[in-house]
């Protein structure tokens, strides 16, 4: 089945530094990935969509220059966190659909982000 | 308005026996594409099913079956025969096809099930 990876697992950084996730699709292309955020016992929400080579399309609510996405292949999506505060620790998890495909959506392992 | 309904408290239920997850959903996209994903404590997010809008029949994968109704707009999950691994946090969710490629799923708030030896 496909595969999505994401590195790093787990992170620990201190406040005001940046942090950056990646999301790759090891065995399909993926023209469009997703990146969600989800807090304790809560439901994943989306923050944005990237398709590869143009730019991403945040949610409502999601500041773009906090949160740069870049989708700079088909197999490689990245979540750059920007001057991170404490209440930006989450679970943050990527999501890839390969391209062409219906409905077939992979997800990630999750990036658990805790800042200090 | 909330598109994805998961209303149910924490469900138990014994080992070996079967039990329903609730979800019930709201679209006025004639296509559409239900979807049951199930998280255990380590966080990865592991498919289970899909239903179709369009299917006729109630899909099926194993273990797993969903109790499509369309009229109602119920798309509730069947475990059969529950296992000790099955524990876990559960997610319905949709996709509204006509939004086009970058058609997004919406989540439900999920149910944690737990299940007993």
């Known amino acids: 089945g496909a595969v999505v990876s994401q590195h790093p697992s787990r992170v620990i950084c201190k406040s005001g530094t940046s942090v950056k996730i990646e999301c790759r699709s090891l065995d399909f292309q993926a023209t469009t990935m997703f990146w969600y955020r989800q807090f304790p016992k809560q439901s994943l929400m989306l923050m944005a969509t990237s398709n590869e080579g143009s730019k991403a399309t945040y949610e409502q609510g999601v500041e773009k220059d906090k949160f740069l996405i870049n989708h700079a292949s088909l197999t490689l999506s990245t979540l750059t966190v920007t001057s991170a505060h404490p209440e930006d620790s989450s679970f943050y998890i990527c999501?890839?659909?390969?391209?062409?495909?219906?409905?077939?959506?992979?997800f990630g392992p999750g990036t658990r982000l805790t800042v200090t | 308005a909330q598109k994805i309904t998961q209303t149910q408290p924490g469900m138990f239920v014994q080992e070996k026996e079967a039990v329903t997850l609730d979800c019930t959903y709201d679209?006025?996209?004639?296509?559409?594409?239900l979807f049951w994903y199930k998280q255990p404590s380590s966080g990865e997010m592991i498919f289970l099913i899909y239903q179709g809008s369009y299917d006729q029949q109630n899909a099926t994968e194993g273990r797993y079956s969903l109790n499509f109704q369309k009229a109602r707009k119920s798309a509730n999950l069947v475990i059969s025969a529950s296992q000790l691994g099955d524990s876990a946090m559960y997610f319905c969710a949709m996709r509204e096809v006509y939004t086009g490629a970058n058609s997004k799923l919406t989540f439900g708030k999920g149910i944690t099930l737990s299940v007993r030896p």
């Open positions: 679209t006025s996209d004639p296509s559409y594409g």
């Open positions: 999501s890839a659909r390969q391209t062409g495909a219906t409905y077939e959506q992979y």
